[in-house]
T-cell receptor
Framework: KAGVTQTPRYLIKTRGQQVTLSCSPI?????VSWYQQTPGQGLQFLFE???????NKGNFPGRFSGRQFSNSRSEMNVSTLELGDSALYLC??????????????FGPGTRLTVL | AQKVTQAQTEISVVEKEDVTLDCVYE???????LFWYKQPPSGELVFLIR??????QNEISGRYSWNFQKSTSSFNFTITASQVVDSAVYFC???????????????FGKGTKLSVKP
């Protein structure tokens, strides 16, 4: 089974631009979560999508948004980029279970650099 | 507030030494989940273990073992006879009560960087 894939792997943008990152979950997984990883703040939850609906959201400004498509693929968008948005963005997919937390499978991440 | 603290920022050991990575968590939830993930230099987080708050049994998997103690809110991870391939950043994470079945919103500690030297 193919793992979680994220594209692109590396991205360089300038302040003020916007960026879209893509995540393809493991086949059959309907939950997709996004995390931001920075040296200062560590790993922080951005949002989770399930069946094309945002089910949970972290404490990030509205410049960060996402969506999920009917095939469970997800995209996240960051508008009006700031230097502090430079980070590794990780996507994780999870199977739907009867309750509780299932294991989250992480992709390799997209390294975003904002100049 | 819900929080995960990994007080050890970096640990360096020599191959074959045993090493314990500490994790202390804070939550008011009665139902919660605890995780350990490994992040090798490649960057991809690798799942190691999940434990729910009602299961305090310790677990052993090969050279890895986990000690969950609710009384001290700790979920420590021990690697026995460490190997160079164990070098990575290790994260402890808390999954709070997932109302509505949410699978995301893990709360991660800052991680412990383990270096195993030959």
């Amino acid at each position: 089974k193919a793992g979680v894939t994220q594209t692109p792997r590396y991205l360089i943008k300038t302040r003020g631009q916007q960026v879209t990152l893509s995540c393809s979950p493991i086949s059959g997984h309907r939950s997709v979560s996004w995390y931001q990883q920075t040296p200062g703040q560590g790993l922080q939850f951005l949002f989770e999508y399930f069946s094309e609906t945002q089910r949970n959201k972290g404490n990030f400004p509205g410049r960060f948004s996402g969506r999920q498509f009917s095939n469970s693929r997800s995209e996240m968008n960051v508008s009006t980029l700031e230097l502090g948005d430079s980070a590794l963005y990780l996507c994780a997919s999870s199977p739907v279970g009867s309750g509780g937390y299932n294991e989250q499978f992480f992709g390799p991440g997209t390294r975003l650099t904002v100049l | 507030a819900q929080k995960v603290t990994q007080a050890q920022t970096e640990i360096s050991v020599v191959e074959k030494e045993d090493v314990t990575l500490d994790c202390v968590y804070e939550t008011r939830d009665t139902t919660y989940y605890l995780f350990w993930y490994k992040q090798p230099p490649s960057g991809e987080l690798v799942f190691l273990i999940r434990r729910n708050s009602f299961d305090e049994q310790n677990e052993i998997s090969g050279r890895y073992s986990w000690n969950f103690q609710k009384s001290t809110s700790s979920f420590n991870f021990t690697i026995t006879a460490s190997q160079v391939v164990d070098s990575a950043v290790y994260f402890c994470a808390l999954g709070p009560s997932n109302y509505g079945g949410s699978q995301g919103n893990l709360i991660f500690g800052k991680g412990t960087k383990l270096s195993v030297k030959p």
